[in-house]
């Protein structure tokens, strides 16, 4: 047996989580400049997709504080570079790289130079030479950051108990992001189910795909047209996506067997009923249900689950 | 002052090249300087990339810095390093003769060799750790020595670092970048490695454990990601393979030490503790501790647990003992001191007092419990009205300070700015005690980067270097 602090496994998961965070919120950040390329004013709500940033990230009073208005300036301001923002990608990054620095022990020198050098490029980093760089590019740097952390985890961490542990922080994580995007976007993209198949409609939805990296995947799984529907199947229940809440609870099911502490009993079976309820769950009671209720829903018994795990590992007994 | 007066290790006193030094200084000969700046610039992101930084004290917040590191290596022949390591491992057997002695039947007082005095007045002795013995009698498993050279055979030590030296990190982390930024170095030279000191370190610390624990659980016990040797404390437990602990992850149950872990409390056995012994023991020591562990003293002296080093060992390492050390070589081991203690006036004796104020000016005065280079005096540095100031502290409190003379330390050659130029170096290699002991052959090699300076430590503007042992065979001079 292994034997990993509780402090430690606490470092790990958080370490995953924020990196996890940090790319998510980019990825929002990505489709949201994407959606402001379409003319403002459209009925389907294009031009509110700055708000939805802060719907998304459940920062809304916090930014609204601080700036009057909801403006792509404004937004990505305060989500990318602002220290005083704690869910700036700014902000979590330091905080992942916090938690390596607590944690250089546990993790490879490939991890911790991948979450050291995002870091130091991060803090030279200033609004101007952001701009000057180019959003989207950012984005996707930022992004690549993340896979090259996590493909370091995952290609040269021992398999024990503090792998794990990081990649339960990860799964945890991404559920919830995906969960987020596709609650708030659908709000906006589509109040009615039965408005479906224009162009700015595909735009809108192919934008919210691009965000979770699921375009291209779409298409594969379901050789058709765009719909809502199919994009909830796919991001809630279908089990091949590997950022869809069921892939999510496939992953934490397995990793909560994997660390089976003596106080793990309560968290496994939380996660237990989530991934039962994805992994038998149809989508169309998932609407007959209401996908906002459903995934609010999913958000709060998989905060509730994080909690769980956190008191049953995490916090020295 | 004129380099010239001083032993250079590269030319000696004279112009010609010594033979430790001909491949370096081909080589430095040969690369054109913008290629050697490339490369420093280099092994400055590698060494920022590795996290390798250390925290300065009494500056704002957020000041990881880099300890400069210089690209030209310190060597050193076989010969010179045998009187080294022969040196440091005759004072380490002397050492903690006299530490197991002072806690026991305190024969060296009783000799007279020792003033009773200037051991129970000490600060750093421990009571808690009379009459109670340790595994393998062993108190101090970690010690570094500083030395200083000041000719072709004639090394000084400066102190005795007994309470957990830190550095040795830079040992390996120097050694590791050198090699990758010059293989070619390496290829033509016989250069002993040191690479094997996390694992000779491991080794002597299980051969401590608690008596009958057949698998000791070592751990490494640090005050936490805000102390300045923080990535040295990372770096030892990851090379060890063991856990790297703060105080609020241990606690004490009948005796025993246990770490809080995901699968509930795990024994652990022995201790490399970097925490001070003011620190360890809320119950015992100072109470406002939030580093250490309640109880931990009790399950020390219960025998539950062993301590690297011992509790009490501060004792021998101040400024005042040292200049006993030649004593206890002499009463514990009937043997003459191989390398040379620095001639110290000690402030509290009258004599030593009245010439040392009126030498300051001349001298190199120094607190009896300070570190780091912080408040001493370079009395041929220092100006007027800073001689002046550092009278009046000495007059206040005489028995706080201790005076050497200016030692004349060796210099090596360094990139500087300015291109290549001799700077003065130390050296500290480092001993490990479990059952018996070893030296790895290398040591900390720092450098003082002001032309001219003769402080060398990190928080002064210290630098350092990687440290070659040439192993004896082969012409170091490495023509192939």
New interface residues.
């Given amino acids: 047996?292994t034997?990993?602090?509780?402090?430690?496994?606490d470092h790990l998961y958080w370490m995953s989580r924020n990196v996890e965070r940090a790319e998510n919120t980019a990825r929002i950040l990505d489709v949201s400049d994407r959606l402001g390329l379409l003319p403002a004013g459209n009925e389907n709500g294009a031009g509110s997709e700055w708000d939805a940033v802060l719907q998304i990230t459940g920062d809304a009073s916090g930014f609204h504080a601080r700036f009057p208005e909801a403006t792509a300036a404004n937004v990505i301001a305060h989500m990318t570079l602002d220290p005083n923002n704690p869910s700036s990608i700014y902000s979590t990054m330091r905080s992942a790289r916090?938690n390596a620095?607590?944690e250089?022990?546990g993790i490879t020198?490939e991890m911790?130079?991948a979450l050291?050098?995002t870091w130091?490029e991060i803090s030279q980093l200033t609004p101007a030479r952001l701009a000057a760089r180019g959003y989207r590019n950012f984005f996707d740097w930022i992004k690549e950051r993340s896979h090259l952390f996590r493909g370091a985890a995952v290609s040269t961490m021992l398999r024990d108990?503090r792998y794990h542990?990081l990649r339960l922080g990860t799964f945890i994580e991404r559920a919830d992001n995906t969960a987020r995007i596709l609650d708030v976007k659908y709000h906006i993209l589509l109040p009615d189910l039965a408005d479906v198949g224009g162009a700015v409609d595909h735009f809108q939805w192919g934008a919210l795909l691009r965000s979770v990296s699921a375009y291209r995947n779409y298409h594969h799984a379901y050789k058709q047209v765009i719909t809502p529907v199919n994009v909830a199947d796919l991001l809630i229940l279908n089990n091949q996506f590997p950022r869809s809440l069921h892939s999510c609870h496939n992953e934490v099911v397995h990793l909560l067997e994997e660390?089976s502490?003596?106080r793990g009993a309560e968290a496994a079976r939380q996660a237990g009923e989530i991934h039962a309820m994805l992994h038998y769950g149809r989508i169309e009671s998932v609407f007959a249900q209401g996908l906002h209720e459903f995934l609010s829903d999913f958000i709060v018994r998989n905060n509730r689950l994080s909690q769980e795990i956190q008191a049953a590992?995490?916090v020295?007994? | 002052m004129a380099s010239g007066k001083f032993f250079d290790e590269m030319r000696g006193t004279g112009d010609t090249v010594r033979e430790a030094y001909e491949t370096v200084e081909r080589w430095i000969k040969a690369t054109p300087r913008r290629q050697l700046m490339a490369k420093r610039k280099e092994a400055e992101i590698l060494f920022?990339?590795?996290?390798i930084t250390f925290l300065v004290y009494g500056t704002s917040e957020s000041t990881e810095r880099l300890i400069p590191f210089d690209i030209i290596p310190r060597v050193l022949t076989s010969d010179e390093w045998s009187i080294i390591e022969s040196g440091s491992l005759q004072r380490v057997r002397a050492i903690n003769a006299f530490l197991k002695d002072i806690y026991h039947g305190q024969e060296i007082i009783r000799a007279g060799r020792i003033p009773e005095e200037a051991v129970f007045t000490n600060p750093k002795y421990r009571p808690e750790m009379q009459g109670l013995d340790v595994p393998g009698d062993t108190y101090i498993h970690i010690t570094g020595i500083d030395l200083v050279r000041v000719g072709e055979r004639d090394f000084y030590v400066l102190e005795d670092n007994l309470r957990n030296p830190s550095g040795v990190s830079y040992m390996l982390e120097n050694r590791e970048v050198m090699m990758r930024l010059f293989p070619s170095l390496f290829t033509g030279n016989r250069i002993a490695p040191v690479n094997n000191y996390p694992a000779l370190l491991l080794q002597n610390l299980r051969a401590v454990a608690p008596k009958g624990v057949t698998r000791p659980?070592v751990a490494v016990l640090t005050p936490?990601?805000y102390n300045s040797a923080?990535?040295e404390h990372?770096?030892l437990?990851?090379e060890m393979g063991v856990?790297?602990?703060?105080g609020?992850?241990l606690f004490v149950k009948d005796d025993h030490v246990f770490?809080?872990?995901?699968?509930?409390p795990?024994q652990v056995d022995v201790i490399y503790r970097r925490v001070d012994d003011d620190y360890l023991d809320p119950l015992a020591f100072n109470a406002d501790s939030m580093l250490g562990v309640p109880g931990l003293l009790a399950a020390y002296r219960a025998g539950g647990v062993t301590l690297a080093n011992a509790i009490g060992t501060g004792v021998a390492d101040d400024k005042a003992m040292y200049t006993y050390v030649p004593d206890m070589i002499d009463f514990y081991l009937g043997e003459k001191p191989i390398l040379s203690n620095v001639p110290t006036w000690q402030c509290r004796k009258q004599d030593d007092l009245a010439y040392v104020l009126d030498h300051l000016h001349e001298l190199v005065v120094k607190e009896v419990g300070g570190a780091g280079g912080y408040g001493m005096l370079v009395g041929p540095a220092a100006s007027k009205a800073e001689i002046a100031h550092y009278r009046e502290r000495v007059i206040d409190d005489p028995a706080n300070f201790i005076a050497q003379p200016t030692l004349a330390l060796s210099t090596c050659p360094t990139f500087t700015e300015r291109g290549v130029a001799p700077r003065h170096v130390d050296l500290r290699p480092y001993v490990l005690t479990g059952t018996n002991s070893t030296v790895v052959p290398g040591g900390l090699t720092r450098v003082a980067l002001r032309e001219g300076s003769l402080v060398v430590n990190s928080s002064q503007g210290g630098g350092t270097k990687d440290t070659w042992i040439l192993r004896p065979g082969r012409s170091a001079g490495g023509r192939s």
């Fill in positions: 047996m034997i990993v602090l509780s402090r430690s496994a916090e620095r607590a250089r022990v020198t911790w130079e050291n050098s130091l108990e542990f660390v502490g003596p590992y995490l020295a007994h | 920022r990339r590795m996290g659980t936490g990601i923080y990535f990372v770096f437990a990851d856990e790297l602990v703060e609020q992850d770490m809080r872990t995901t699968h509930g795990v």
